[in-house]
Each structure stands twice: as structure tokens, then as C-alpha cells.
């Protein structure tokens, strides 16, 4: 065995050098050089030398990844954000086939998703909320397979939700509050076996939650459940309470009506429930008192009857970076 410790060392020496002089992918220079050429002072003065990934005595340009594919190195991960990026989406980002991560969110991007985003096939994470972004969005994020975040909240988006998200089957967060949406909530969204956390708060949606709940085992795994600030109507149905990793439902400030099902009580880990600002009428059933795990029913701006109390106090609740990266 001793007489093998030399030739183990001169291999791990051997792959050592080989990492240090591989070099990056021309395909990425290019893409990411035509990315810097495109943005504001405030990145560029970062980004020193023409390889992204370092080169001799100059680091790799901050907020880029990069890692070893055989001979060469490839850019893995960007991440340029708050920095008051200026501009439509950087289209060269589409050429980086290797991104896993792509992290350009609180800046000034302007303008449409291209549907090239469609190339970025081994993107796991995609975060581009609080920009200026509008249009509407390409079905091509579709073709997203290894997504498991999406972030475009806060931005101008328009149209319908595509249906095409239901297309990515290892999606589990999903973020598309704060935009202009209109039209329904797909169903076919249901259908999404790792979906843990959807929000299409504050847009212009229509529709009933029976509708978007029509998919027979539709949710599986969903624990927050964001609805609030849209135009959604109709009742709450008692098989909403198949979701039952349901933990947080947020319908305020909808125009929904009708009596609150004694069934939804029964979700078991159900800890926030807000009803708020709708035209809910009748009582609240006493399951919901005695629920071990609800900390917050509210209920202001309804028609319950007289004597129908909340439950803890009320409180916006928002996830903050780290959560989103769970």
C-alpha cells in the first residue's frame, strides 16, 4: 500500500493543475464579456480582465461560479443584483447553457423575458423580482425542467399566468405577487407534485378557488397558499381542505362570499387564515377556536355575524431571502 502513496500524489497533483489551467469556455467569455459591455458602472469596475472565471493573478468576477467540466471551465452561477442594473435582459445571458442559478433581481431591468430563456436548461433557480420587467411571459419558461425557484414578483408582467409552468416538476417555490396578471389561475399548476409555496397576491386575477382546485389530487405538498388582493369570487369549497399541508391561506381583500366550511378547520398544521375584506357572510364555525395550530383568523370587512371574533393579531407576513432559498 505504501508503495502506491506516490502515484495517488502525483495524480491528485496532475487533476490539481489541470483545474488550475483549464480554460473557460469560449461560449461563456463571450457571453458574459457582451453582459458587461451592456452594464453600469457599478458591476463593470468588479469585473477585471476578459475571463469571467479568473485568469493568472486576477479572481473570478464578483457574482460569478464557476466550475470544471473536463478540459474547461463554465459558468455555473450569476448573481448581479442590487446594483441598479439599467436596461432590457441582458440576451447574452441566454448563452450560459451551464447557469444553475441566475440572480438578477432588485435592479432596473426593463422589457420582456426573452424566450431564449428556454435554452437555460439546468437552471435550478431563476430570481429577477423587483426590477422593472413587463410584457408577458414567455411559455418557454417552460422548458425549465430543473427549476425549483421562481421568483418574478414585483416587476409589470401581463397576460394570463402561462399554463406551461406546470411543465417544470421540480418547482417548489413559486413567486408571482405584485405584477399585473390578469385572467385565471391555471389548474394544471395542481398538478405540481413539489409545489410548496405559490403567490399570485396582488395582480388582476378572476376566478373561484373551485376552479383551480378542480385537479383530482391537485397540491400534494402546498403549505402557503397566497390569493390576496386579486378579483376572485365564489365560495370556499369544502374539499379545499384535500390540501393538508396547507399551513398559511391568504384571501383578502377578493370579492368571495358565501359560509366558511367547517371542513377547512381540519387542515391539520393550519396556522394562518386570513379572510379579511371580502363578502364572507354567517358564523365561524367553533372547529376553528379550537384549532391546536391556528394562531391568526382575520376576518374584518365581511358580513359574519354579529359576535364572530378573530384570532391573534393581525400582521403582513412576508418571506424574506433566506426563506426563499429553503
Request: hydrophobic share 40%.
Amino acid at each position: 500500500m505504501a508503495s502506491l502513496w506516490p502515484f495517488t500524489l502525483i495524480c491528485i497533483l496532475a487533476f490539481s493543475l489541470s483545474i488550475a489551467h483549464s480554460k473557460t469556455l469560449k461560449r461563456d467569455v463571450k457571453a458574459l464579456n457582451e453582459i458587461k459591455a451592456s452594464l453600469g458602472w457599478r458591476v463593470v469596475y468588479a469585473w477585471i480582465g476578459d475571463d469571467p472565471c479568473g485568469d493568472g493573478d486576477l479572481p473570478p468576477w464578483s457574482g460569478v461560479t464557476c466550475s470544471t467540466q473536463g478540459d474547461y471551465r463554465v459558468v455555473t452561477e450569476l448573481e448581479v443584483y442590487a446594483v441598479s442594473i439599467v436596461g432590457p435582459f441582458p440576451i447574452a445571458v441566454t448563452n450560459l447553457l451551464d447557469l444553475t442559478r441566475l440572480d438578477l433581481h432588485n435592479n432596473k431591468l426593463t422589457g420582456p423575458i426573452p424566450p431564449q430563456i428556454g435554452r437555460l436548461r439546468r437552471l435550478r433557480m431563476l430570481n429577477l423580482r423587483w426590477n422593472k420587467l413587463q410584457d408577458v411571459l414567455p411559455p418557454e419558461i417552460g422548458e425549465l425542467k430543473r427549476l425549483t425557484h421562481l421568483s418574478l414578483s414585483f416587476n409589470n408582467f401581463k397576460g394570463e399566468i402561462p399554463k406551461e409552468l406546470a411543465n417544470l416538476p421540480e418547482l417548489r417555490y413559486l413567486y408571482l405577487q405584485e405584477n399585473r396578471f390578469t385572467g385565471r389561475i391555471p389548474p394544471e399548476l395542481g398538478t405540481l407534485q413539489n409545489l410548496r409555496h405559490l403567490d399570485v397576491g396582488n395582480n388582476h386575477l378572476v376566478g373561484t378557488i373551485r376552479e383551480l382546485i378542480r385537479v383530482e389530487g391537485c397540491f400534494p405538498v402546498l403549505r402557503n397558499l397566497y390569493l390576496n388582493n386579486n378579483y376572485l369570487t365564489g365560495g370556499i369549497p369544502a374539499q379545499l381542505a384535500n390540501l393538508t399541508k396547507l399551513e398559511i391561506l391568504y384571501l383578502s381583500y377578493n370579492k368571495m362570499s358565501g359560509a366558511i366550511p367547517t371542513a377547512l378547520a381540519h387542515i391539520p398544521k393550519l396556522t394562518y387564515l386570513y379572510l379579511d375584506h371580502n363578502q364572507f357572510s354567517g358564523r365561524i364555525p367553533d372547529a376553528f377556536y379550537k384549532h391546536p395550530f391556528l394562531k391568526e383568523l382575520y376576518i374584518e370587512g365581511n358580513g359574519f355575524r354579529p359576535g364572530v371574533n378573530p384570532i391573534g393579531i393581525h400582521k403582513v407576513l412576508e418571506l424574506t431571502d433566506t426563506d426563499f432559498l429553503v
